[in-house]
């Protein structure tokens, strides 16, 4: 079992930046790979970005290409999503995700066997 809880988000103009994390307890943080996904009002969870058991390898979503960076710090247990240059677009709330194994894709939320409850991100134009 693995919980996680994400915080850092909030209230910023278009354009701004905010650091997302995601603190997990429970079973060994470094066995999973880990990913951050949105859900907007009436839209789909979507994929964000992902990031391996090691942080050799990250994963994102055109969307969100140079202007998010996911990482993580194993000896902290947390994993990272600065989010920087945000659009009004990019308001949803995000969720972080532990994953054992990449069974498909990363992003895939189906593979994905914990879930956070979610930090809210609204981005005013």
């Known amino acids: 079992q693995v919980q996680l809880v994400e915080s850092g988000g909030g209230l910023v103009q278009t354009g701004g930046s905010l650091r997302l994390s995601c603190a997990a307890s429970?079973?060994?943080?470094?066995?999973?790979?880990m990913g951050w996904f949105r859900q907007a009002p009436g839209k789909w969870r979507e994929f964000v970005s992902a990031?391996?058991?090691?942080?050799?390898?990250?994963y994102y979503a055109d969307s969100v290409k140079g202007r998010f960076t996911i990482s993580r710090d194993n000896a902290k247990n947390t994993v990272f999503l600065q989010v920087n240059s945000l659009k009004p677009k990019d308001a949803a709330v995000y969720y972080c995700?532990?994953?054992?194994?990449?069974?498909?894709?990363?992003?895939?939320?189906?593979?994905?066997?914990?879930w956070g409850q979610g930090t809210q991100v609204t981005v005013s134009s």
């Open positions: 429970g079973r060994t943080f470094s066995s999973y790979n």
């Open positions: 995700a532990a994953d054992p194994r990449f069974t498909t894709t990363p992003a895939n939320s189906a593979d994905y066997d914990y």
């Open positions: 990031i391996t058991k090691s942080g050799r390898s990250t």
